[in-house]
């Protein structure tokens, strides 16, 4: 493959391979306790730390990471106060994240040009510090949700029991905030602000459709989610299209592809049973 | 030994009181049903009573550690309407092998008693054939009795259940009377229970909560030890 000769393309396989890991992973929870809309907030406050640090001089990846992680957890303490209205503290983040960022924009105009590879991905646009920044959410990622996979469940089917039955409930939603933020601001540079809960919600979703276990869902939101960064990454680089949006593109036709399947898989079950039925009363008539 | 003691307790939603000065010791050991009326406060009672509310005003305390320095655990089934994730894409075993998670930790992996607790948890509530199912598939009645057996995995020294007769049968109900009485007579374990039943489950209890509205407004609290019992033992 001649596009891996490059060394932008290298990082951007990595850093892609990464955030396809764990962000489908990260999707699936945050489905579970009906939070699709955090990832699309968090990369709107994302943005507003990154426009910081680019006006105070300092490095907008750490301040754009650092302001998303800080979104996650005013997210979670709002949540706790809108306990009827979950979606309330992500309406409020997300306009006021989008906002305080175009605000900032607004006072260096050089500054808005530089922002479209934030708002829609660029695969150039993978630093050095990003990629490390990356591996070290993967890394964090994956043993965040494969030694604390137990209480998760628990915590995501169902707090109040989880709760009761002395599950850390607090420190895992402390936890589960923090490592959202992490996820969301490592995973802008790939796919862009604007379609960054593409890349989180589209595998989980789809899992979810096709999965019986929560395991196989794990396991098929991974595997979705490296297919579609991938083949996505690939072809925007041959179609000269922007990463971000081709990767949404094909996880959405993954996604049309696996409803469409699984309404095929449904009709001939049912007529495997009815075909049973009939020759089981075929038979009792005789 | 008491298990849960309220004292004074306040608690309303919006402005308005929906429990007033409730003042109420739940012991260990015995099988304490709480009933009454749509409205009554009883599953706010019980959220009250576990911590997942607070006060406005009074205090609430639950004994998080039995008399020999055991962590008491506590197997919670709430009402099925209002906390099953029914699109939570799990089988029926692995929820239930889920009540088994907090006496393993993190780590340990689960070994022959584990499984077999669970076997007996699913057979004990008639579910052991929809083991590999889908929970999303199943009925009200049915997702109700994988909760109750993900809680009886759990083998926990304290049962507190909300309505789990809701969308069971009269022969399901009986069943699942005799094992809870079972669990408190023949394992020394405690339940409590909230539940609309009381002419049913009056043989196997203990004591009787009733939560009522009165007609004048305000709300009462009073506490007897059968069903037909005059209701002369305030809380």
């Known amino acids: ?286 | 030994m008491i298990l849960s003691s309220m004292q004074d307790v306040v608690f309303g939603y919006g402005d308005e009181a929906v429990i007033e000065n409730l003042t109420l010791d739940i012991y260990a050991g015995q099988f304490t049903a709480i009933s009454g009326p749509n409205g009554a406060a009883k599953s706010t009672m019980l959220k009250l009573m576990l911590g997942l509310i607070k006060p406005w005003r009074g205090t609430a305390r639950f004994t998080r550690v039995l008399e020999d320095g055991t962590k008491l655990s506590v197997g919670y089934v709430p009402q099925q309407v209002a906390s099953f994730n029914a699109g939570f894409p799990s089988k029926v075993i692995e929820l239930v092998r889920s009540g088994r998670y907090n006496r393993l930790g993190w780590f340990r992996r689960f070994t022959a008693r584990d499984h077999e607790m669970v076997e007996r948890s699913l057979k004990e509530v008639g579910m052991w054939e929809y083991r590999n199912r889908r929970i999303g598939e199943l009925s009200g009645g049915q997702k109700q009795r994988i909760c109750m057996a993900r809680a009886l995995a759990q083998e926990p020294h304290v049962l507190i259940l909300d309505e789990p007769t809701t969308g069971l049968d009269a022969a399901s109900r009986a069943d699942l009377y005799r094992l809870l009485s079972g669990y408190v007579r023949e394992q020394g374990k405690t339940v409590i229970m909230v539940t609309h039943s009381l002419e049913e489950i009056d043989p196997y209890v203990d004591r009787i909560v009733r939560l009522e509205r009165k007609e004048n407004g305000g709300w009462q609290c009073s506490v007897t030890n059968s069903c037909s019992a005059p209701l002369s033992q305030e809380a």
Not at chain 1, 60 to 71: I, K, S
Not at chain 1, 136 to 149: D, K, P, Q
Not at chain 1, 276 to 286: I, S, T
């Open chain 1, 1 to 286: 493959m001649a596009m891996l000769g490059y060394e932008f393309m290298q990082r951007a396989f990595i850093a892609g391979g990464l955030i396809g890991i764990i962000g489908p992973v990260l999707g699936l929870f945050l489905m579970l306790r009906r939070q699709a809309l955090m990832a699309d907030t968090l990369s709107h406050v994302s943005l507003a730390g990154v426009a910081l640090g680019s006006l105070m001089n300092l490095n907008p990846v750490l301040t754009g990471f650092a302001v998303a992680v800080l979104g996650a957890l005013i997210i979670e303490q709002l949540r706790r106060v809108y306990r009827t209205y979950s979606e309330v503290p992500v309406a409020i983040m997300l306009t006021s994240g989008l906002a305080i960022a175009v605000v900032l924009m607004s006072f260096s105009p050089n500054l808005s040009k530089s922002f479209s590879a934030y708002l829609f991905g660029s695969i150039v646009a993978v630093s050095d510090t990003q990629l490390r920044l990356i591996a070290i959410v993967a890394m964090a990622g994956v043993l965040f949700f494969i030694g604390l996979r137990r209480p998760l469940y628990q915590f995501a089917f169902d707090e109040e029991t989880a709760f009761v039955s002395g599950t850390p409930v607090s420190l895992l939603s402390f936890m589960f905030a923090v490592f959202t933020g992490m996820t969301v601001a490592a995973a802008m540079p790939i796919v862009g602000v604007l379609l960054v809960s593409a890349l989180i919600v589209l595998p989980a979703s789809i899992a979810l459709r096709l999965a019986s276990g929560f395991l196989a869902a794990a396991v098929i939101a991974v595997a979705v989610g490296l297919c579609g960064v991938f083949s996505g990454l690939t072809a925007s680089y041959y179609l000269n299209t922007p990463p971000g949006a081709t990767i949404a593109l094909i996880l959405l036709a993954f996604l049309v592809a696996a409803v469409i399947v699984q309404k095929l898989l449904g009709i001939q079950h049912r007529n495997q049973k009815l075909n049973q039925y009939r020759r089981y009363n075929a038979y009792e008539k005789l």
